[in-house]
């Protein structure tokens, strides 16, 4: 049995990513979110150091924004004015080869 999660978002919308670590120290790694569409590799969206240094792909910059909650052990990315080239499956990796399940987003009206 395989369960796939999916989010639908109509262009100009917003979307928030959380993602939650478990078995790590959250507040020792860097966390970045990645996306993937098919045929593609994997392209860094945004990531954020452990002392808050945020870099961001330059498609996303000014509209997407990656925070961290180290009290929480949480990553998020803050998806606003999004497009039909948003649409990807998005990773959450943490630290070292840490990755998420993935969750596919497709912007479509």
């Known amino acids: 049995v395989q369960l796939v999660e999916s989010a639908v978002v109509q262009p100009g919308g917003s979307l928030r990513l959380s993602c939650e670590a478990y078995g790590l120290i959250f507040g020792n790694n860097r966390a970045t979110w990645y996306r993937q569409v098919p045929g593609k590799g994997r392209e860094q969206v945004a990531g954020?150091?452990?002392?808050?240094?945020?870099n961001y792909l330059d498609a996303v910059s000014g509209r997407f924004t990656i925070s961290r909650d180290d009290a929480k052990s949480k990553s998020y990315l803050e998806m606003n004015r999004m497009t039909l080239e948003d649409s990807a499956v998005y990773f959450c990796?943490?630290?070292?080869?840490?990755w998420g399940q993935g969750l596919q987003v497709t912007v479509s009206s």
């Open positions: 954020i150091s452990t002392d808050g240094q945020i």
């Open positions: 990796h943490v630290g070292s080869g840490n």
